[in-house]
């Protein structure tokens, strides 16, 4: 055979082992088209990325973006998390995976990343998703499709796993659990709730849900909002006149997101007044932390310095490195984002979603009812230094709840542990509710304690309890 026969016959070897590689990737559940072979300035890791858009509606031009990553040992065995953080209106890209609990941080510089040695795919297959349509990367062709609200969310999520679930078949079969933080207290029922609806309609494929996580979680509006104030004045925040005008004065009954002060002028000065002396030198989400001065942080980036500050052990910068980075054209190429050159920048949270101004004022507690009904676990997490959802509200809503479902306390209240010091308090009622604070921990609870965090979440996935010792079985 000549030279160039054995080179025809070379390549037709090639192409029909790339099309069995393939293949095989297909058997196994990987869409060879939206791995992510390498990020940018990415430590090396021996576990698999995956980024890209599903459409949820290709006649309106509707597409969500998301990124899985799997676990980082055994991801056969393992099972599959859905994270999404809240807003409304709000990147899980950006917050849960690149900020909190995945397995990669920006760096300093902005120009690359580095290992979060706590990551949650230590414990599970993650996915994120950037919704509704109009965060993040994801997109809609149809511009009313960004006046939006929790019931076409919910739904798109539904589209979304389903037709992820066609990407990745061999996920269709696996344990999934729902999490998420702060307005995913309605995003993550409310998607549970429409995935309960497919299961007892269909007779062919359900969602193998076995447990709901939310961390800070709004449920219930007139009752999470006083919550703040309470906890301004039991931090010493608030002066004991203010903190008193407000509980006396003000009827948070009539509290909405689209009127937050229809109440008497009495308890508006007071509310006014409160938030004048918090101020804006304090991170409400974190009042604990260290607050980044944006101005000196960008100069620094744009210079190509390292702008990271460290309080307390987290990098109070990171938001803007994050930015930073996910702006860069060869980060968009390698996550497969971008795909339309939207006509603005990556940004945290969307500049063109046009979210309900109702929709915050649902009360998600009979949902939650609905979900423990169905014999699915619902933990409730709280960072304790957290004033936006302070635990004061979660932990009365929870119990309330219990009350109403009546659930007898399984679990006293009592401390949990992690590496020999107190990880937080925690409750149990019906061997179905859990509620726990996470100690020292923010708004953002895998952010300000990523060892607790990670923690936690071990014990939720594996169905154990957390630790009422100082000696733990968990591995994390």
């Not at 899980?92 to 990551?119: C, K, Q």
Request: net charge negative; charged share 15%.
């Amino acid at each position: 055979m000549g030279y160039m026969g054995r080179c025809w016959l070379v390549g037709v070897i090639i192409v029909v082992w790339c099309a069995i590689l393939l293949g095989t990737a297909g058997v196994k559940g990987y869409p060879a088209e939206d791995l992510v072979v390498r990020l940018p300035g990415q430590p090396n890791v021996g576990f698999k990325q995956f980024a890209g858009y599903v459409d949820v509606d290709v006649k309106h031009g509707r597409s969500l973006f998301y990124y899985f990553v799997e676990a980082e040992q055994d991801p056969d065995k393992k099972p599959l998390t859905l994270w999404l953080n809240g807003g409304p209106g709000c990147s899980s890209v950006g917050g849960g995976a690149f900020t909190e609990l995945g397995p990669f941080y920006p760096n300093g510089d902005g120009l690359g990343l580095r290992r979060n040695s706590m990551s949650w795919n230590k414990a599970s297959n993650l996915i994120f998703v950037e919704s509704p349509a109009g965060v993040g990367w994801s997109y809609s062709n149809t511009t009313s499709d960004y006046n939006t609200g929790d019931l076409s969310t919910a739904n798109d999520m539904y589209l979304f796993m389903l037709k992820w679930y066609e990407k990745f078949p061999s996920y269709r079969t696996r344990e999934l659990f729902l999490t998420g933080e702060s307005y995913a207290g309605h995003y993550v029922p409310q998607l549970t709730n429409v995935l309960l609806d497919h299961n007892a309609g269909s007779s062919g494929f359900k969602f193998n849900i076995k447990g709901v996580a939310i961390g800070n979680p709004l449920l219930r509006l007139d009752r999470d909002a006083p919550a703040t104030y309470e906890y301004f004045w039991s931090h010493g925040m608030i002066s004991d006149e203010i903190g008193l005008a407000i509980m006396n004065d003000c009827n948070f009954d009539d509290y909405s997101y689209e009127s937050p002060h229809n109440v008497s002028n009495s308890c508006n000065n007071a509310i006014y007044e409160a938030n004048l002396i918090v101020g804006n030198y304090i991170n409400n989400y974190d009042v604990i932390l260290d607050v980044c001065y944006p101005s000196i942080a960008e100069q620094e980036l744009r210079l190509k310095k390292m702008a990271t500050k460290i309080s307390v052990g987290v990098d109070v910068c990171m938001s803007l490195e994050r930015r930073f980075y996910f702006n860069l054209p060869e980060v968009q190429k390698a996550l497969h984002a971008n795909r339309t050159n939207l006509p603005y920048r990556w940004s945290m949270c969307s500049n063109v979603v046009n979210y309900s101004d109702t929709d915050g004022n649902i009360n998600i507690l009979p949902i939650l009812k609905r979900i423990v009904q169905n014999h699915i676990p619902v933990w409730v997490f709280s960072g304790d230094q957290d004033s936006v959802v302070p635990l004061l509200g979660s932990r009365t809503l929870m119990r309330e709840l219990a009350n109403e479902l009546h659930y007898k306390i399984t679990v006293p209240y009592g401390a949990w542990f992690h590496k020999g010091q107190v990880g937080g308090w925690v409750t149990e009622y019906g061997n179905l509710l859990t509620f726990a604070t996470v100690r020292g921990a923010a708004h953002m609870v895998p952010y300000s304690q990523p060892s607790r965090a990670l923690h936690l979440f071990s014990s939720f996935v594996r169905g154990r309890r957390l630790p009422n010792t100082t000696h733990s079985s968990i591995d994390d």
